[in-house]
């Protein structure tokens, strides 16, 4: 079990919990090996718990939770714990969890119709759930919860599943907290072509209203459609939204689009350590960590402009002390160093090359106070200089002003087209869905 979990990260991450790791010895114990997904690992899990564990320790259960299948079992846990998700729940008061069973249980043939009956049985159901199995545990008196946060949304999961209740999980695409019940419940299903769907519906109306927001997605696709790529045109969509956001306030900014969207993309895939067209290897790693296989130089060219322009932008927005580690070593090293790569890379472009060097010749003083004296005086207007520059000659740069209300539904845009990759990832889908999906993923909506 211990060499298996070795070359399994996301399962062994599991291990971490007494609990998740006692359910994965229970499936290891079965089958002598860990199902590829989550979800069946989960669901085998269980159902050794409910079913298998029973028989093997000779437990005989009261007269009505014994009139419970596994199915039922699990049928009534998925309820509670979709009902409880919903509402952002994670701990409950023992009368309320009653009346969801009583709810699911009076519907089964061998129930009472007497209500007071019915109340008992359900608290009866209750504490065998919680004695037997330990998927509910009480917390405090009279408040119980899922033992583990992994069961519930396991079971919201399948819930969603079996009910096809995708709506009600995409209304909470942009929620962090349903993302673990996204990837389960894609996991599930049989085939998530109309899941998928659903999705990018959902994702492609996040702010098809809004003007500005639909003008940046139409800039990102002429940029894109500019640049003559061997890479596919999804990933190459991806990193200009990427090097075009990061110029906005950093502190802002941080994490509004993070790198694995574009390594879910398959960028990262794509480019290789090879060189083509007979140019040398360049290090891009910092920040993006993108390898180096050169083939159209126009991508890194914008990369490099890009990330002179974001660093100065750094400094902008940062106190500059002048015993700073930041101030002595982005000036004088990585904004030069970038615009120096640009200008080795901007093959045939003599006037955007006389430019750059007229720019980079101020950050060559090695002096920490001189460059100090000279940016406090200098800098905004050497930061517009070279934006407007990157604007006139390579179509980056661009300021686009957007607001705080902008700002915060572009990080769920790309939250959400992150999600709806993973999700892709995770599930079995049609080759023609998966491929329109990726087509026009990342496009203004009436594209």
Same mark, same amino acid.
């Given at each position: 079990?211990?060499?298996?979990?070795?070359?399994?990260?996301?399962?062994?991450?599991?291990?971490?919990?007494?609990?998740?790791?006692?359910?994965?010895?229970?499936?290891?114990?079965?089958?002598?090996?860990?199902?590829?997904?989550?979800?069946?690992?989960?669901?085998?899990?269980?159902?050794?718990?409910?079913?298998?564990?029973?028989?093997?320790?000779?437990?005989?259960?009261?007269?009505?939770?014994?009139?419970?299948?596994?199915?039922?079992?699990?049928?009534?846990?998925?309820?509670?714990? @979709?009902?409880?998700?919903?509402?952002?729940?994670?701990?409950?008061?023992?009368?309320?969890?009653?009346?969801?069973?009583?709810?699911?249980?009076?519907?089964?043939?061998?129930?009472?119709?007497?209500?007071?009956?019915?109340?008992?049985?359900?608290?009866?159901?209750?504490?065998?759930?919680?004695?037997?199995?330990?998927?509910?545990?009480?917390?405090?008196?009279?408040?119980?919860?899922?033992?583990?946060?992994?069961?519930?949304?396991?079971?919201?999961? =399948?819930?969603?599943?079996?009910?096809?209740?995708?709506? =009600?999980?995409?209304?909470?695409?942009?929620?962090?907290?349903?993302?673990?019940?996204?990837?389960?419940?894609?996991?599930?299903?049989?085939?998530?072509?109309?899941?998928?769907?659903?999705?990018?519906?959902?994702?492609?109306?996040? @702010?098809?209203?809004?003007?500005?927001?639909?003008?940046?997605?139409?800039?990102?696709?002429?940029?894109?459609?500019?640049?003559?790529?061997?890479?596919?045109?999804?990933?190459?969509?991806? @990193?200009?939204?990427?090097?075009?956001?990061?110029?906005?306030?950093?502190?802002?900014?941080?994490?509004?689009?993070?790198?694995?969207?574009?390594?879910?993309?398959?960028?990262?895939?794509?480019?290789?350590?090879?060189?083509?067209?007979?140019?040398?290897?360049?290090?891009?790693?910092?920040?993006?960590?993108?390898?180096?296989?050169? @083939?159209?130089?126009?991508?890194?060219?914008? =990369?490099?402009?890009?990330?002179?322009?974001?660093?100065?932008?750094?400094?902008?927005?940062?106190?500059?002390?002048?015993?700073?580690?930041?101030?002595?070593?982005?000036?004088?090293?990585?904004?030069?160093?970038?615009?120096?790569?640009?200008?080795?890379?901007?093959?045939?472009?003599?006037?955007?090359?006389?430019?750059?060097?007229?720019?980079?010749?101020?950050?060559?003083?090695?002096?920490?106070?001189?460059?100090?004296?000279?940016?406090?005086?200098?800098?905004?207007?050497?930061?517009?200089?070279?934006?407007?520059?990157?604007?006139?000659?390579?179509?980056?740069?661009?300021?686009?002003?957007?607001?705080?209300?902008?700002?915060?539904?572009?990080?769920?845009?790309?939250?959400?087209?992150?999600?709806?990759?993973?999700?892709?990832?995770?599930?079995?889908?049609?080759?023609?869905?998966?491929?329109?999906?990726?087509?026009?993923?990342?496009?203004?909506?009436?594209?």
């Amino acid at each position: 079990m211990l060499e298996r979990l070795k070359g399994n990260q996301p399962v062994k991450e599991l291990a971490k919990s007494p609990l998740l790791l006692t359910l994965l010895c229970l499936v290891f114990g079965e089958r002598n090996d860990f199902p590829p997904k989550r979800s069946e690992l989960y669901k085998e899990g269980l159902e050794v718990l409910m079913k298998k564990w029973d028989a093997k320790r000779n437990i005989e259960r009261e007269i009505i939770y014994k009139h419970l299948s596994p199915q039922n079992k699990e049928d009534m846990l998925g309820q509670i714990a @979709f009902n409880t998700f919903v509402n952002g729940e994670y701990f409950f008061r023992q009368e309320d969890l009653q009346r969801q069973i009583k709810d699911y249980i009076c519907n089964l043939p061998e129930a009472s119709a007497d209500p007071d009956a019915l109340r008992l049985d359900s608290e009866v159901v209750l504490k065998a759930i919680e004695h037997h199995h330990g998927l509910l545990v009480e917390r405090a008196r009279n408040i119980y919860s899922f033992s583990h946060l992994t069961f519930q949304e396991y079971f919201a999961a =399948r819930e969603i599943d079996r009910e096809r209740n995708f709506e =009600r999980l995409i209304e909470n695409i942009s929620n962090p907290r349903w993302k673990e019940v996204f990837y389960l419940t894609a996991e599930m299903l049989r085939r998530s072509n109309d899941f998928l769907q659903l999705m990018k519906d959902h994702i492609d109306g996040m @702010f098809a209203n809004d003007e500005k927001l639909q003008a940046f997605l139409e800039w990102v696709d002429q940029k894109t459609n500019s640049v003559n790529s061997i890479y596919k045109t999804r990933s190459v969509r991806a @990193f200009y939204s990427y090097v075009s956001l990061h110029q906005l306030n950093p502190d802002v900014m941080r994490d509004l689009l993070d790198f694995d969207l574009i390594k879910g993309l398959d960028l990262t895939d794509e480019f290789d350590t090879e060189t083509r067209g007979g140019y040398r290897k360049r290090d891009l790693s910092y920040p993006l960590n993108i390898p180096q296989k050169v @083939f159209d130089n126009s991508l890194f060219l914008d =990369r490099y402009i890009s990330h002179a322009l974001n660093r100065a932008m750094n400094l902008k927005y940062k106190e500059l002390d002048p015993t700073s580690y930041m101030l002595s070593y982005y000036p004088t090293t990585n904004i030069e160093s970038a615009l120096s790569n640009a200008i080795d890379l901007a093959i045939g472009k003599d006037k955007l090359i006389q430019l750059l060097q007229v720019l980079k010749e101020p950050l060559s003083n090695p002096y920490r106070w001189t460059f100090k004296s000279w940016w406090t005086v200098n800098g905004h207007y050497w930061i517009e200089e070279l934006r407007q520059v990157s604007v006139d000659h390579l179509n980056i740069g661009h300021d686009w002003q957007f607001t705080d209300e902008q700002v915060e539904l572009l990080k769920q845009y790309y939250s959400a087209n992150l999600l709806l990759v993973e999700c892709m990832n995770r599930s079995y889908v049609s080759k023609q869905v998966r491929e329109e999906i990726e087509l026009t993923m990342l496009l203004p909506s009436k594209k």
